[in-house]
């Protein structure tokens, strides 16, 4: 392994791997050899290639200094680039049906039936108020998908080296994630002043900001509590990123509101921090628990970042193609708050009058519908899609190191059944 210290946040991120492993360390490297990587790879026509060890996109040169830790050689990243990027993965419309979560969850229903069972009790019954904050939001209609895909992977990869029955530590994850999980949106919600979620009301307009802070700190707090408790210092490491990446993402997001000139790369290391970082955290420390070789439990770790980042680009585009009723939350949210998503991105290049619109902060009577509109005919939201799948064939490749069978399968189905949604 290779470590580094690359003073070009967003350019080592690209070649380098950042998120690769999940962890930062220090070194030494030549910032001429970076660029000239990247102006290579950028030649290549390989947008969102970079073999699956990092945030994946060549778009621009570096805003701030950072930490990176590289997996692979300079001469392996040059011949990645001279073979060319791999196939984008492609839906076959009407060869199967449509993909329900009851069904791709229903090889792990009995793991996630208990999960149900223990959340409220980890909570802890001495704090009503917070519990009471905490059954608002995991009874408003949450996927269970983090849990769900730690279960997966669980047992995936225990198969691999006999393992007949998960482990408590495995079970503990799932639970943690999910906590994890569930603070982070009480608190998002806060930042956002978003009145609904899932179709409900959100934790701050029924209880306050104030209880809804707390209850967003218990619940970080008490997901801590439970992690130091299960004793693997590799996964204590790797979570407690996550809740460092969760803060990072705000920043980035906040600092960069109503800014046209935001790039692609930008959003996607915003959207691996908010998104890819606790799905990714989540399907490695599974795979941690079952033992397996590092080399399985770093592809576990990148299909999780590829399907994070996959499923928050679909999630940027249903903003501009669904309905309030069936976002649970009123469209084009982000836009109007100057959250610049991948479709907006893609639609500024083509779009001038979308720049006037965005920066004068939706002044005038149905700018924002104008804004919407724009974005769609621009050819945004296609070439948002087009981003998307290739993440989700990263995602695909990440699970050849699995046996074939059901669980393998689902978390197959899981890429799948995220980019049908947009279907």
Known sequence: MMSMTCHNLDSSRTVLDVVACGC??????????VRNYAKSSCKSGSRGYGGGGGIDVCRRRGIARCRVSSTRTPETLRNEVAQGPPPVFELKKGSRS????????????????????NLQTIVGAENPLLMSAAEQIFGAGGKRMRPALVFLVSR???????????????????????MIHTASLIHDDVLDDSDMRRGKETVHQLYGTRVAVLAGDFMFAQSSWYLANLENLEVIKLISQVIKDFASGEIKQASSLFD???????????????TASLIAASTKGAAIFSGVDSDVSQKMYEYGKNLGLSFQVIDDILDF??????????????????????????????????????????SEPDSLDEAIGLVKSSGGIERAQELAKEKADLAIQNLQCLPQGAFRQALEDMVMFNLERID
């Open 24 to 33: 930062y360390l220090n070194a030494t490297f030549n910032r001429s050899s």
């Open 98 to 117: 449509p993909i329900s979560l009851t069904n791709l969850f229903e090889v792990v229903a009995e793991d996630l039936g208990t999960l149900n069972q």
């Open 156 to 178: 995936a990869t225990a198969e691999l080296v006999g393992l007949k029955e998960l482990t408590m530590q495995h079970r503990r994850l799932a639970e943690i994630i999910e």
């Open 260 to 274: 046209c000139d935001v790039e692609l790369e930008e959003y996607l290391i915003k959207s691996y921090y908010k």
């Open 321 to 362: 193609t669904q309905s309030a009723e069936q976002l649970g939350k009123p469209a084009g949210s982000d836009l109007v708050k100057g959250n610049l998503t991948a479709p907006v991105i893609f639609a500024l290049e083509k779009e001038p009058k979308l720049r006037d619109i965005i920066e004068s902060e939706f």
